[in-house]
């Protein structure tokens, strides 16, 4: 890091790496293009962080004028060409007449587009409203498909919303934390360290979660129960959890009765036998003594919070499983106050609001239904054109249709599909179907070798607008920088649309955060002039929450009632056997973000440089495996080589590694098993082989 002097003046925005969205001041030299950032320091007003950071927003900011940043917008005829820098007018002629012709020779559903969750609200807006009024279909996705669809589905059919209950300082009324599927030090340091902190006054903490995180023992924090469950038997440990709390009548009846419904089908259900610790043991892995003392701590709170990531949601029942949190939060009477909850932590910066900014193919901002009428008539009336009410394409479908030869053009803002996807060799066949493909992003990244258009978008040090957080929180993002490319991103979707026959135009992004308030009732209360003068806010905001919502479900949930929903455990397909006989778990590292785009072109890179695997020590003996080790590392669809490390913190079956090298490609050997609602991958578990690669 290199720290350039006294700064002459600051500008407030917002962190561009996890869902914690931490505020910052960014400090600068200079003024116009000789503009330099001095340091971050990390704002003691900001709502998600009160003055802290860690080593991705304090320090990691050297990608945005990094040189593998392209600023010139390039096209070439095939992806074997070279590319070739054009003028802007030049780049958005060719995307709009090659996906005119498309739809002219293949219909109106054979282009879609992918938005960003780490673009800002206002830029996903108009991907969403470029592809609803431009394209005219719903083949709009996020990739939030990849990481917490199953939240807004199990969320949205149990509490009538899909977004988590608390805010972050809800963890201060804290008693019992019940932590499940993530890993919050190395994904979310900053919350991390607020738990820490909770832990240190005398909170306790379950964490149920194969490897021994950080937070089963640290200096300080010990967990009063690890439960180390197998991959893929997380509806089966929840069940258990609750029928231990039923049959043992440690529920909350009055909670249920007055403020659920489904109560009696639910409670039945959950009492069965086969819903017990003893036998459900086998599918868990976990000692039945031990999981109902854990169900009896958070049974007994008082105030219990559930805290989950991507180990709930990326399996092939991920939406069932965020039912079955919601299920056991509701069972315990633990929603509707502060220190209780069902708290998704959410990967990407922006994942939140990509979601709330209707980029799912069935959902109009607000997530409502398409094919709702009355809803698809806002926007008819305000945009002018009548809207398709059947829905889209999800981004496997789109996959899925390329290869079988009716979808034949893609625009991707921000997502680098081709490294992050599962089963890559079927992403690139997928992609290489097509006749267009545009990619806007900061980099060439591994999608635009498949790319004809290169669109350069901007870092978030040049972006106007707004980032939501894990907790709901709109924190404004604010120029630091000046646009290096010449055009915000939002500006080339709408000359996109234009080109296309469907003019868009904004005088600035403040003024889409306006059409976003004028047809959301959940942003009603919106503006950037008041996130300005009152700092963030936590939607809904509107008439009747005017100043935010930090607590949902207070008296009544969103949708009336709670709706218990029962949770079968049904086994996922991906088994091991004689072949492939460990199960692979993904994750990723403190000093790295998702496939590393950022923080790969950071000092970063020098703590992590390479993803390496990790595997117990018995697993490993019988392999002939060392640390240090390269290792072949083989799936029913795929292989690649990384460095082994041998470690404890594993669990004997298991071996877990992180994504964000290409080299590595560790996504080259997950499966495209997915999620039975949302089709969310199921990379938490991959039956694989492990064995020394041979030299050379
Ligand atoms: Fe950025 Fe997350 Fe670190 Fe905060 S905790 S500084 S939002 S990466």
Request: a negative charge; charged letters at 20%; proline letters at 5%.
């Amino acid at each position: 890091v290199i720290e350039l002097g006294m700064p002459t003046r600051s500008v407030d925005t917002t962190c561009a790496y996890c869902g914690v969205g931490c505020s910052f001041r960014a400090e600068v030299q200079g003024t116009g293009d000789e503009t330099r950032v001095v340091r971050m320091m990390p704002s003691k007003d900001g709502g998600a962080n009160e003055g802290h950071s860690c080593v991705k927003g304090r320090f990691a900011y050297g990608y945005t004028n990094h040189r593998d940043r392209q600023l010139e917008p390039m096209v070439r005829d095939t992806i074997d060409d070279e590319w070739r820098s054009v003028s802007w007018a030049e780049a958005i002629d060719r995307v709009a007449l090659g996906f005119k012709e498309i739809q002219r020779r293949h219909g109106v559903g054979a282009i879609g587009g992918i938005s960003s969750s780490r673009c800002t609200n206002e830029e996903v807006y108009v991907v969403q409203k470029m592809v609803r009024a431009a394209f005219r279909n719903n083949n709009i996705d996020t990739c939030a498909r990849v990481c917490h669809s199953p939240t807004g589905y199990g969320l949205n059919q149990t509490f009538g919303t899909s977004a988590g209950t608390q805010d972050f300082s809800s963890v201060e009324h804290c008693d019992v934390m019940l932590l499940i599927g993530a890993n919050p030090t190395d994904a979310h340091p900053v919350f991390g360290s607020r738990m820490k902190r909770r832990l240190r006054e005398g909170a306790q903490i379950i964490v149920a979660d194969p490897r021994r995180i950080d937070l089963v023992r640290s200096p300080h924090v010990e967990a009063a129960h690890h439960l180390p469950l197998l991959p893929g038997s997380n509806v089966a440990f929840i069940n258990a959890m609750a029928h231990t709390i039923v049959t043992e009548g440690l529920h909350d009846e009055g909670f249920l009765r007055s403020r659920c419904e489904g109560v009696d089908d639910y409670l039945e259900f959950i009492a069965r036998d086969e819903n017990s610790p003893e036998e459900t043991a086998q599918a868990t892995g976990i000692d039945p003594a031990e999981l109902r003392a854990a169900a009896r701590l958070y049974a007994a709170g008082p105030n219990s919070a559930i805290y989950y990531g991507l180990g709930v949601t990326e399996h092939s029942q991920g939406s069932t499983m965020v039912m079955g949190l919601a299920n056991l939060a509701m069972l315990t009477g633990n929603v509707g106050r502060e220190g209780v909850g069902v708290n998704p932590l959410r990967g990407q910066n922006n994942v939140q609001g990509s979601c709330d900014m209707g980029s799912f193919p069935h959902e109009l901002p607000g997530y409502r239904h398409v094919g709702l009428d009355d809803v698809r008539a806002i926007y008819e009336s305000l945009w002018g054109l009548p809207l398709d009410p059947e829905p889209g394409l999800r981004i496997p479908n789109m996959f899925d249709a390329a290869i079988g030869g009716s979808f034949k053009g893609l625009y991707v803002q921000g997502e680098d599909i081709a490294q992050s996807d599962p089963n890559l060799n079927h992403v690139r066949e997928a992609l290489t179907s097509m006749e267009l493909v545009v990619v806007q992003d900061l980099f060439l990244n591994e999608t635009a070798k498949y790319a004809h258009v290169f669109l350069p978008g901007t870092s978030f040090l040049e972006k106007d607008g707004t980032f939501t957080n894990a907790e709901r929180r709109l924190n404004r993002v604010r120029p630091v920088l000046p646009s290096r490319t010449g055009k915000d991103e939002w500006e080339i979707v709408c000359d996109i649309a234009t080109a296309m026959g469907y003019p868009m135009s904004y005088p600035d992004a403040a003024a889409i955060m306006d059409e976003i308030a004028a047809t959301t009732p959940t942003f009603a209360g919106l503006s950037f002039q008041r996130l300005d003068a009152e700092g963030s806010l936590q939607w809904p905001v509107n008439d009747q929450s005017p100043h935010g919502t930090p607590t949902m479900h207070v008296g009544q949930f969103v949708r009336g009632k709670g709706k218990l929903i029962p949770t079968v455990f049904v086994p996922t397909t991906e088994t091991t056997n004689r072949r492939f006989p460990l199960i692979l778990t993904t994750g990723r590292i403190l000093t790295q973000y998702n496939v590393g785009a950022q923080t790969r072109r950071t000092a970063n890179e020098t703590w992590h440089p390479e993803d390496v695997l990790e595997i117990h020590p018995a697993d490993a003996e019988v392999r002939g495996i060392r640390t240090g080790d390269r290792v072949e590392l083989s799936s029913r669809v795929g292989t690649t080589t990384l460095h082994a490390l041998v470690s404890e913190r594993m669990q004997p079956g298991v071996v877990y590694t992180t994504f964000h090298h290409p080299v590595t490609g560790a996504n080259v050997v997950t499966t495209e098993n997915s999620d039975w609602a949302t089709n969310c991958p199921e990379y938490k578990v991959t039956a694989v082989q492990v064995g020394v690669a041979n030299a050379g």
